[in-house]
């Protein structure tokens, strides 16, 4: 996160009225919306697959994926491909499906802050630190726990539609 306390860069992204971010060395880059090719007896947060640049891209819903309700696609409507390690040579590439795209930052470590285990939407372990910004929060996200956490293997099941 902040090794030898060291600023981050971080790309924060909005779900509904809260900011999320992922580290900037996680996103490989940012799309247009579009549709993607559904797969059967998939998961809800599961959308289907893409094509980016010849590759077949798991697409997610991270909304759904957090828990909050699904959401129609708007012009704002982004995907951010993401590399996720899996435990192999090679991350997985999965595609964030956000409702939109707010910047880059740089947080100093000043402004990093424990997850805090109190419960509610989202799970602690989901969560790889809380960042401050202006009056508000960022919740920086950490994506291999988040598609992993569920009791089976997740990131497994997504490499193999891929």
């Not at 982004?78 to 595609?95: K, S």
């Not at 919740?139 to 539609?161: K, M, P, V």
């Amino acid at each position: 996160m902040t090794a030898g306390g060291q600023d981050i860069q971080v790309v924060v992204f909005g779900l509904g009225e809260e900011e999320f971010g992922l580290p900037v060395a996680s996103v490989r880059e940012i799309l247009d919306h579009r549709t993607a090719y559904r797969v059967p007896n998939a998961p809800a947060w599961f959308l289907g697959l893409t094509d980016v640049r010849g590759l077949s891209v798991p697409m997610v819903d991270l909304r759904v994926r957090l828990g909050m309700a699904p959401a129609d696609a708007t012009l704002a409507t982004r995907i951010l491909v993401v590399d996720v390690p899996v435990g192999r040579e090679t991350p997985l590439a999965l595609g964030l499906v956000v409702d939109r795209v707010l910047d880059v930052s740089t947080f100093a470590p000043g402004s990093v802050e424990a997850s805090p285990d109190i419960g509610g939407r989202w799970r602690s372990e989901q969560i790889e630190a809380i960042l401050r910004r202006d009056a508000g929060f960022v919740a920086l996200l950490d994506a291999a726990r988040l598609f992993g956490s569920d009791g089976h293997d997740t990131l497994a099941s997504l490499a193999i539609a891929a």
